[in-house]
């Protein structure tokens, strides 16, 4: 098969096919004739020309593309992802087959691949029990206020003690004040836990709100089938909010973060970056008239430059920055062809990245206090139609960083892009195809005889085109041959069928398959034959495996996507909250990996130790108030309430004291009449004065 790409020059009945490399040499000099055409026109003071940062941010792109395109890049990756998960043939393979004349079957092996690692990740990370949490600081400061308080309440112990006459040595003033500090760093520790569950669910609850775990089902999908996979957050939105007052709908503009999925055909970066974060980032989106109108009432963008988009694109649209890819992905994701672009789509180009401070001085009017050193570069966010930008602004980040988070199924040193399981399993998929196509060929083949018909032999009128069960045959000629045989005018001869040869090579091809991506094709609902699989615990082996295997990519998703993006929520929180339930002292801690390895096995182990200490001696040590900790924790790992299911613990001492009353009350009900009893009373423990006394 040729390596080459075809392209569509048809005339006078050739074709005509442009090597790789050739044709990535005209695209690169089609995009220098674009650049040297607008360098042109900026040069001719053309009003309308791109301004010096719009020019910029072009100038990179176009940078950014043509890498992407050529021979380093990966476009023809995304597309032949895109589709082996579809399950169609290149134009040009395509063209080969219908050549032949065969069977234009695929074996989509690859789709079924994603299908079961997007399932195993789904459980990982899109399920009740969160893969993620904040850590409390493990050694809080006390409040000032409190430390106070145990000053306050150690002079006045040592005041009593002094004015009664005894002497108070500096070992139990030292004592004592330790006591009462380890008190209040233990109280402090209790309370940093409680205000780490509180950020927990306000944090997830803006996750929920915004979208961030719809936006990671989506990134799920695209992980294990591209290069690279792309999740994008947060951003502040103004989005329409209804609110209820006196029964009345009431409708308000309210800010909101929300994170989408970016797909990896619509997103560029600084070639040669080794990680995502040290990279500028462009982002390609699609807005409707609508969507700029709305702009026109937000503070922050270009009143003027707005206009001027709606007036000279709002009518038909605009498509530029175009992909050489971009038709033919339109295809397959069932989508209008851009170049067409009937429906009046507006391209957007963002831009995240460092640009020179003069030049946004000069351009955009950023002052002094915004930019201290001109000749410094400073990270900004920019939005670009055409050659207006309709919006800047310096970048918000603490961190300085784009939000964009980007990982791969399979990571490869030195480069955000990884690979896909299309890029694992091309080889195997190729074969499987030619070994199913080859298989349906065969068996239409060797399905019925074929005919030999001598023409020359047959009669007048007789074609041998028309066959029928007690046909008449009419020939002419002398059938007789030397040696006593006949010579038959039809004849018939079976084709030799090779189904179970090539069917036993298909079956390899999956077993290949599911060694090299390690999803075994039982995670998709198949058979999985003999061996284990054939028990309920033998299945529940492999798929135990099977999640082992995944433990890799589930730390590329801990360490690139989930850390990066919930600590920065975490920071933006820090930025806005006001509450004083955050401190800054937390820690996110991301668990995708342990709930992938430890989920069942830590539940058991959980259910174990409830068992275990379910003994007197270890009530004795931990309590009715620790035993009632435990329960609340394993209530809520196996899906219960447990606040609803067990007491609280202000309910548990009442209880308890109640049942020490009663109990009282009925030893003193026997001990009527008979000797009492004069020593202290049970319940009264020893209490430790400044002193050391009891």
């Given at each position: 098969?040729?390596?080459?790409?075809g392209s569509?020059a048809?005339?006078?009945?050739n074709l005509r096919?442009?090597?790789?490399?050739?044709?990535n040499?005209?695209?690169a000099?089609?995009?220098r004739a674009?650049y040297?055409a607008r360098?042109?026109?900026t040069?001719?003071?053309?009003?309308?020309?791109?301004d010096?940062?719009?020019?910029?941010i072009?100038t990179?792109?176009?940078?950014?593309k043509?890498?992407r395109?050529?021979?380093?890049?990966?476009?023809?990756?995304l597309?032949?992802?895109?589709?082996?998960?579809?399950?169609?043939?290149?134009?040009?393979?395509?063209?080969e087959?219908?050549?032949?004349g065969g069977?234009e079957?695929y074996a989509?092996?690859i789709?079924?691949?994603?299908?079961?690692?997007?399932?195993?990740?789904?459980?990982?990370?899109l399920?009740?029990?969160r893969?993620?949490g904040i850590?409390?600081?493990a050694?809080?400061?006390v409040?000032?206020d409190?430390?106070?308080k145990v000053?306050?309440?150690?002079e006045?112990?040592?005041?009593?003690?002094q004015q009664a006459?005894?002497?108070?040595?500096?070992s139990?003033?030292?004592?004592?004040?330790?006591?009462?500090t380890?008190a209040?760093k233990s109280?402090?520790?209790?309370a940093?836990?409680?205000?780490?569950a509180?950020?927990?669910?306000?944090?997830?609850?803006?996750?929920?709100s915004?979208?961030?775990?719809?936006?990671?089902?989506?990134?799920l999908?695209d992980l294990?089938l591209?290069?690279?996979?792309?999740?994008?957050?947060?951003v502040?939105?103004?989005?329409?909010t209804?609110?209820?007052?006196g029964g009345?709908?009431?409708?308000?503009?309210?800010?909101?973060?929300?994170w989408?999925r970016?797909?990896?055909?619509d997103?560029?970066?600084?070639?040669?970056?080794?990680d995502i974060e040290?990279?500028?980032?462009?982002?390609?989106?699609?807005?409707?008239r609508?969507?700029i109108?709305?702009?026109?009432?937000?503070?922050?963008?270009?009143q003027?430059?707005?206009?001027?988009v709606?007036?000279?694109?709002?009518?038909g649209?605009l498509?530029?920055?175009?992909?050489?890819q971009d038709s033919?992905?339109?295809?397959?994701?069932n989508?209008?062809?851009?170049?067409?672009?009937v429906?009046?789509m507006?391209?957007?180009?963002?831009?995240?990245?460092?640009?020179?401070g003069?030049?946004l001085m000069?351009?955009?009017?950023?002052?002094?206090?915004?930019i201290?050193?001109p000749?410094?570069d400073y990270?900004?966010?920019?939005?670009?139609?055409?050659?207006?930008?309709i919006?800047?602004q310096?970048?918000?980040?603490p961190r300085?960083?784009h939000?964009?988070?980007?990982t791969s199924?399979e990571?490869?040193?030195?480069?955000?892009?990884?690979?896909g399981?299309?890029?694992i399993?091309?080889d195997?998929?190729q074969?499987?195809?030619?070994?199913?196509?080859?298989?349906?060929n065969?068996?239409?083949?060797?399905?019925?005889?074929?005919?030999?018909?001598?023409?020359?032999?047959l009669?007048?009128?007789e074609?041998?085109?028309?066959?029928?069960?007690?046909?008449?045959w009419?020939?002419?000629?002398?059938m007789a041959?030397a040696?006593?045989?006949?010579?038959?005018?039809?004849d018939f001869f079976?084709?030799?069928?090779?189904?179970?040869?090539?069917?036993?090579?298909y079956s390899r091809?999956?077993?290949?398959?599911?060694?090299?991506?390690?999803i075994?094709r039982?995670?998709?609902?198949?058979?999985?034959?003999?061996?284990?699989?054939?028990?309920?615990?033998g299945l529940?082996m492999l798929?135990?495996n099977?999640?082992?295997?995944l433990?890799?990519?589930?730390a590329?998703?801990?360490r690139d996507?989930m850390e990066?993006?919930?600590?920065?929520l975490?920071?933006?929180?820090?930025?806005t909250d006001?509450?004083?339930?955050?401190t800054?002292?937390?820690?996110?801690?991301?668990?995708?990996v342990?709930?992938?390895v430890?989920r069942?096995?830590?539940?058991?182990?959980?259910?174990?130790?409830?068992?275990?200490t379910?003994n007197?001696?270890d009530a004795?040590?931990?309590?009715?108030?620790?035993r009632?900790?435990?329960?609340?924790?394993?209530?809520?790992?196996?899906g219960?309430?447990?606040e609803?299911?067990?007491?609280?613990d202000?309910?548990?001492a009442?209880?308890m004291?109640?049942?020490?009353q009663?109990?009282?009350a009925?030893?003193?009900?026997?001990a009527q009449?008979?000797q009492q009893?004069t020593?202290?009373s049970?319940d009264?423990?020893?209490?430790?004065?400044i002193?050391?006394?009891?």
């Amino acid at each position: 098969m040729s390596n080459t790409i075809g392209s569509a020059a048809i005339g006078g009945g050739n074709l005509r096919v442009i090597p790789g490399g050739a044709l990535n040499e005209q695209i690169a000099a089609k995009e220098r004739a674009d650049y040297e055409a607008r360098e042109a026109a900026t040069s001719e003071g053309n009003d309308r020309n791109y301004d010096e940062v719009a020019q910029f941010i072009q100038t990179k792109f176009d940078q950014y593309k043509r890498h992407r395109n050529g021979s380093s890049g990966w476009t023809t990756r995304l597309m032949d992802a895109l589709r082996a998960f579809n399950g169609q043939y290149d134009a040009q393979t395509l063209a080969e087959i219908r050549a032949f004349g065969g069977s234009e079957i695929y074996a989509r092996l690859i789709a079924m691949k994603c299908r079961g690692a997007t399932s195993l990740l789904r459980d990982i990370y899109l399920t009740p029990d969160r893969s993620w949490g904040i850590n409390p600081p493990a050694d809080p400061d006390v409040p000032e206020d409190i430390m106070q308080k145990v000053m306050m309440l150690v002079e006045g112990e040592l005041a009593a003690m002094q004015q009664a006459g005894q002497q108070v040595p500096a070992s139990a003033i030292r004592d004592r004040m330790q006591q009462l500090t380890m008190a209040a760093k233990s109280a402090e520790k209790k309370a940093a836990r409680n205000r780490a569950a509180q950020a927990q669910d306000k944090i997830d609850e803006l996750l929920n709100s915004g979208g961030f775990y719809k936006a990671m089902a989506e990134f799920l999908v695209d992980l294990p089938l591209f290069p690279f996979a792309v999740i994008k957050g947060p951003v502040v939105k103004i989005v329409p909010t209804v609110k209820w007052e006196g029964g009345r709908p009431i409708t308000k503009q309210e800010p909101r973060l929300f994170w989408n999925r970016v797909s990896p055909f619509d997103i560029w970066w600084t070639p040669g970056v080794n990680d995502i974060e040290d990279a500028a980032v462009i982002e390609r989106s699609q807005l409707t008239r609508a969507d700029i109108n709305d702009l026109l009432d937000l503070p922050g963008y270009n009143q003027e430059n707005l206009r001027k988009v709606l007036d000279e694109y709002g009518r038909g649209g605009l498509h530029d920055n175009t992909d050489n890819q971009d038709s033919e992905r339109a295809v397959y994701e069932n989508r209008e062809n851009p170049t067409q672009n009937v429906s009046g789509m507006i391209t957007c180009l963002e831009f995240h990245g460092n640009v020179q401070g003069r030049m946004l001085m000069e351009n955009y009017g950023f002052t002094a206090t915004e930019i201290p050193d001109p000749i410094r570069d400073y990270m900004v966010q920019a939005w670009m139609i055409g050659r207006y930008i309709i919006k800047i602004q310096l970048s918000p980040s603490p961190r300085k960083r784009h939000p964009y988070f980007i990982t791969s199924f399979e990571k490869m040193p030195g480069t955000p892009v990884g690979n896909g399981l299309p890029d694992i399993l091309a080889d195997i998929q190729q074969v499987s195809n030619a070994t199913l196509r080859s298989l349906c060929n065969n068996m239409s083949m060797s399905s019925g005889p074929q005919v030999v018909v001598r023409d020359d032999m047959l009669a007048g009128g007789e074609t041998g085109n028309e066959m029928h069960p007690w046909k008449r045959w009419h020939v002419q000629g002398d059938m007789a041959m030397a040696g006593g045989q006949t010579q038959k005018p039809i004849d018939f001869f079976q084709p030799t069928s090779n189904a179970s040869e090539l069917l036993g090579i298909y079956s390899r091809m999956g077993e290949i398959a599911d060694e090299l991506s390690a999803i075994p094709r039982h995670m998709s609902g198949a058979n999985p034959g003999g061996g284990a699989g054939r028990t309920a615990s033998g299945l529940a082996m492999l798929m135990g495996n099977a999640s082992k295997m995944l433990q890799t990519v589930a730390a590329n998703i801990d360490r690139d996507v989930m850390e990066p993006a919930l600590t920065g929520l975490y920071e933006m929180l820090m930025l806005t909250d006001t509450s004083g339930m955050l401190t800054g002292d937390e820690n996110i801690r991301v668990m995708g990996v342990n709930v992938a390895v430890q989920r069942e096995t830590q539940r058991a182990r959980q259910l174990e130790f409830l068992q275990i200490t379910a003994n007197p001696v270890d009530a004795q040590i931990i309590g009715i108030q620790g035993r009632a900790k435990i329960l609340r924790a394993i209530s809520n790992e196996i899906g219960l309430d447990g606040e609803g299911v067990v007491p609280p613990d202000d309910q548990l001492a009442a209880s308890m004291q109640e049942a020490k009353q009663a109990g009282m009350a009925d030893a003193g009900g026997e001990a009527q009449g008979g000797q009492q009893d004069t020593g202290a009373s049970g319940d009264q423990g020893p209490r430790t004065n400044i002193s050391g006394g009891q």
